[in-house]
Each structure stands twice: as C-alpha cells, then as structure tokens.
C-alpha cells in the first residue's frame, strides 16, 4: 500500500513539474527581458546590425529583449583556437533574434550550441554517385544548421554580410532560418505557423515562388534571390528569408505574393525600415 502511493506521489510531482515547467520558463524569460539594456551592448549593436537604428522604437526594445534571452539559453563554442568574444555573441543574437520579433514566444528550441569557426571550414560528405558507387569528398562550409541541438557558422562570413548588409546574402539569417523551419523536426520549408488555415495559402505561394525560382535559374534568368534557394523547398525559405531582411523593396517589388507571407509569417515590415 505504501509503495503504491509513494509511485502516485511520484507521478504526480512528475505532473506538476511537466505543467509548472513553461510557466517557470516564461517567467524567468519575462525577467530576462525586462533588465536593464547595457550601453556597451547597445553601441556594438548599432555598429554590427546596419538596419538597428531604422527599427522603431518598440521594435528595438523587443530586440534586446529577446537577446538577453537569447545569450542566456543558448551556449557559444568557439572551434580551431577562436575566442569568441562579447561583440560575437552579441552580433549573432542580434541579427538571429530579428526572427524572433513575430513574438511567437520560441527561441530556437531545439538549439542548445552555436560552434563558431575563425573562418570557412570542411566537412566529409558522402554522395551517391551510381546505384552502387558513392563518391567522398571534402567540402568547405560557411553554415550549417543541424536537426538536433548544434548551428555552425564562419565568423569570417558573419562579418562580411554585416559589412555587404543589402546583397541578399545573410550566413545568420540564413541558419536560423532554417532552425524555424526544423522546430518541427522536419525540414521543408514550412515553419510552424500561426493557424491550421495559414498553411494552404503558405503551400500554395511558396511553392509558385519555388517553382519560379527553379525555372529562371535554368533558363540564367537574373533573380532577387540567390539561385541557391532552387536546391530545395527548406533552401528556399532560407534564401527568401535572408532576400525579405535585406532586399525588401526588390522582393516586394517582383515578387508580392512571397512578401505578402513572410511580411505575415515575421510580422515585420522591412520595406519600412529603409
């Protein structure tokens, strides 16, 4: 008898804890945000992040908000001898928390660590070249954004698209991007969204765009978007993303119906912020 109620107390703290655990989380969250912003931080903001300064006022205390969050949950690991230093950490919250400014109340749950290379880095990658055959080879990698728990970036790349903000290319946005896109566990281009009615209007433009996409790419077409975002339906929402942050007024431009659903999807409007 007395085992069987010290399993039903068991269980039920278990229970309580499971319930209690995202009330604790968001208050802890809740707390993070409303600390004092540090001027430091704010002045190695304004000089990484080229579009800081054009948000609005809400939008900035949103910001930082969320990067006070974001450098508390998330781990930094700096790979082949690089330190990684305030201004990293702060740089890459600032530009991936961008993503976070639809207030959808996730940070990257699936991501515990960010491993960051002084520059380019190579992978092994195994291809299938033949019913039989398969071919390895060494790859050099910018970024990469994992399934599970991991995200890896170049700094070297980090920096240079802070320095070419507005030529569509964003190794940040990019990743984190697709960490939207895996919250799932898949990664389809889909990321989760606001309501069951959203998806059908989603499948429908984003796989016109796609479509598009692939096709000017064949023909050599010039496109906003980079001609990687043809690879697949995941690279596509990666590359539309990173073109909506830094190349508004052209997305909005040729391509409405794709701004229309990320404007939607982000909550933002970047074409204001210009």
């Given at each position: 008898m007395i085992q069987t109620i010290v399993v039903f107390i068991i269980i039920g703290l278990i229970i309580a804890g499971i319930v209690a655990n995202p009330i604790l989380v968001k208050r802890r969250r809740d707390r993070?945000?409303?600390?004092?912003?540090?001027?430091?931080?704010?002045?190695?903001?304004?000089?990484?992040?080229?579009i800081y300064l054009c948000l609005s006022p809400d939008e900035i205390r949103r910001l930082q908000g969320h990067i006070q969050v974001f450098l508390a949950e998330?781990?930094?690991?700096?790979?082949?001898?690089?330190?990684?230093?305030?201004?990293?950490?702060?740089?890459?919250?600032?530009?991936?928390?961008?993503?976070?400014?639809?207030?959808?109340?996730?940070?990257f749950p699936r991501l515990r660590s960010i491993l960051i290379y002084p520059k380019a880095y190579f992978v092994e990658e195994t291809t299938a070249i033949g019913k039989y055959v398969v071919e390895e080879r060494r790859v050099a990698r910018l970024g990469e954004s994992w399934t599970n728990d991991q995200l890896v970036l170049s700094w070297e790349q980090v920096k240079h698209d802070i320095d070419n903000w507005s030529d569509g290319s964003n190794v940040v946005l990019h990743e984190f991007a697709h960490q939207l896109d895996?919250?799932?566990?898949?990664a389809e281009g889909v990321p989760i969204l606001q309501s069951n009615s959203d998806y059908t209007i989603w499948a429908k433009v984003m796989t016109e765009e796609y479509q598009q996409l692939c096709n000017d790419v064949l023909?050599?077409?010039?496109?906003?978007?980079?001609?990687?975002?043809?690879?697949?339906?995941a690279e596509f929402f990666a590359v539309a993303t990173e073109t909506f942050f830094e190349k508004p007024h052209q997305l909005l431009s040729k391509h409405p119906a794709l701004?229309?659903?990320?404007?939607?999807?982000?909550?933002l409007d970047p074409v204001q912020w210009v």
């Open positions: 993070l945000k409303h600390r004092p912003f540090p001027p430091l931080w704010n002045s190695i903001i304004e000089n990484n992040l080229p998330k781990q930094f690991i700096g790979c082949r001898g690089l330190q990684v230093t305030e201004e990293m950490k702060l740089t890459l919250a600032a530009v991936a928390c961008l993503l976070l400014l639809n207030e959808r109340g996730q940070y895996q919250e799932d566990g898949k023909q050599g077409a010039k496109t906003v978007m980079d001609s990687y975002g043809a690879t697949n339906p701004y229309e659903q990320l404007q939607r999807y982000y909550q």
